[in-house]
Nanobody, 125 residues
Framework: QVQLVESGGGLVQAGGSLRLTCASSVRAFSIYTVAWFRQAPGKEREFVAGLSWTGTTHYADSAKGRFAISRDTAKPTMYLQMNSLKAEDTAVYYC???????????????????WGQGTQVTVSS
């Protein structure tokens, strides 16, 4: 039973933009904390951005000023708008959701109980 499905990844040149979408079939998604993680080849998974159900956002230092997380509770869907992309942003991006009221930034992501299958983002330099 698929709960989160990402889309929107692809190949883009450095300096370009992409918007990732995560469609959800999770009940009560509107009151879940949601987040985006990524994992580059040979590296550990890392937190990118998170949004609590109250609207509080958190961003990794690497994402601040370039990425924006948002959600549309009516659909329900979450997004990651990525601008000014760099080669080091190349990774598989995963969306996640969980009932915790706060954004957890740990790479383990234990507070997120639902995960998508991932979408590849490749930034060419």
């Amino acid at each position: 039973q698929v709960q989160l499905v990402e889309s929107g990844g692809g190949l883009v040149q450095a300096g370009g933009s992409l918007r990732l979408t995560c469609a959800s079939s999770v009940r009560a998604f509107s009151i879940y904390t949601v987040a985006w993680f990524r994992q580059a080849p040979g590296k550990e998974r890392e937190f990118v951005a998170g949004l609590s159900w109250t609207g509080t956002t958190h961003y990794a230092d690497s994402a601040k000023g370039r990425f924006a997380i948002s959600r549309d509770t009516a659909k329900p869907t979450m997004y990651l708008q990525m601008n000014s992309l760099k080669a080091e942003d190349t990774a598989v991006y995963y969306c996640a959701a969980g009932p915790s009221g706060r954004v957890s930034t740990s790479r383990e992501g234990l507070e997120y109980v639902y995960w998508g299958q991932g979408t590849q983002v490749t930034v060419s330099s």
